[in-house]
């Protein structure tokens, strides 16, 4: 039976019983299988997760084991971060390979070489700037920063990633999240003069020559389309209607946004925050809808809303769904794994390169 036939089987399946399925094929498999749940999961995914978090938390995590099969319920950029950092003896399956990231998208190899190249007609960017990619990002833009010196960051540690950057070359190209680049360089205290915005279907990124020579931070015209929807007076709309309310935010929210907030921080920080905060206090958090729903029943002495009055879920996280999970469990039992993601060879050489640059800064 082809995965398709297979798919549209188990949707014709009451989803009760899929989700039994599921428990039974786990508990058949047993260690062979480690399920790996990103924060923005569905509810009823994430359930059957066996570690939960970020995706470099969850790629370590399953490089830390000896489970033969990584079911990793997220997305494309995510299983091929888990691909990098696992050994060849382990597997790792996404569950639905047209599971990726709008934000992954915005930034391609052949756009970033291209933009390189277009540097190199105005500075020498193999001597003067480190490329760093945020890991929401493909192998092969992990691997460019391998190859020419540079570096992955992620929403927790962008800001000391950036200052090591800045101390090995004067200039940053950051990709492909303008906001998050913005956002901790401000943070740093950077001025904003010394910061372009790099159009890649622009000539030079739409910067003059004398621009780009003046620039210590060039960002990538790129955003997170959940995060995009935050909006500053959603936050003013919160503090009028709750008095005492914390805003809190993702760095990849816009600077408007962030600049609104009393707190900003990745995903793992934002669930700190709420956990230590005392019972009775109340937050507006600008982050996706799953995360947001899951922290409201988690700790219903918190009041928590979701800052936005609109939906924000991401909806390519929202493909992973029970069916797919179980298509992908029943495949590992019957030795015809179906959706496996393997990086190249050398494409994994160089992303590792630049991954293991940034875990060396603890």
């Known amino acids: 039976m082809t995965t398709q036939a297979l798919l549209t089987q188990l949707y014709e399946t009451p989803e009760a019983d899929i989700i039994t399925e599921i428990k039974q094929l786990k508990a058949e498999l047993g260690d062979q299988v480690l399920i790996l749940g990103h924060h923005y999961q569905r509810e009823e995914v994430f359930a ?178 959940v995060h995009q929807l935050f909006k500053a007076e959603h936050a003013e709309t919160m503090r009028n209607n709750h008095a005492g309310i914390r805003i809190l935010a993702h760095p990849e929210c816009s600077r408007e946004v962030c600049e609104t907030a009393d707190f900003v921080g990745s995903t793992e920080r934002i669930i700190e925050h709420v956990a230590q905060a005392e019972a009775g206090q109340s937050f507006a958090i600008a982050t996706e809808l799953n995360l947001v729903n899951r922290l409201r029943i988690e700790y219903p002495d918190k009041p928590i809303w979701f800052l936005s009055p609109m939906i924000c879920m991401c909806s390519t996280m929202f493909r992973t769904d029970p069916q797919h999970l179980c298509a992908a469990l029943r495949s590992i039992r019957d030795g015809n794994i179906t959706h496996q993601i393997e990086v190249p060879h050398q494409q994994k050489r160089w992303a590792k390169l630049s991954l293991e640059r940034m875990l060396n800064l603890g």
């Open 48 to 225: 059957f997760a066996d570690v939960s978090g970020d995706s470099l938390k969850l790629s370590q995590q399953a490089a830390a084991t000896d489970a033969p099969y990584i079911i990793f319920c997220g997305v494309h950029f995510m299983a091929e971060t888990a691909d990098i950092l696992t050994s060849d003896a382990q597997t790792v399956i996404l569950p639905d390979l047209a599971a990726g990231c709008s934000m992954a998208d915005m930034a391609n190899d052949e756009q970033v070489n291209r933009s390189w190249q277009e540097l190199a007609t105005v500075i020498n960017p193999d001597e003067c700037v480190t490329p760093v990619t945020y890991i929401n990002s493909t192998a092969a833009l992990k691997a460019f920063c391998g190859e020419h010196g540079g570096i992955v960051c992620t929403s927790g540690n962008a800001q000391r990633v950036m200052e090591w950057a800045w101390s090995n070359r004067e200039k940053i190209l950051f990709f492909p999240d303008q906001h998050l680049g913005e956002n901790t360089a401000l943070a740093m205290g950077m001025d904003e003069a010394d910061m372009i915005i790099w159009d890649p279907f622009q000539p030079l990124g739409g910067n003059t020559p004398e621009a780009i020579e003046a620039a210590k931070l060039i960002l990538w015209k790129g955003f997170c389309s």
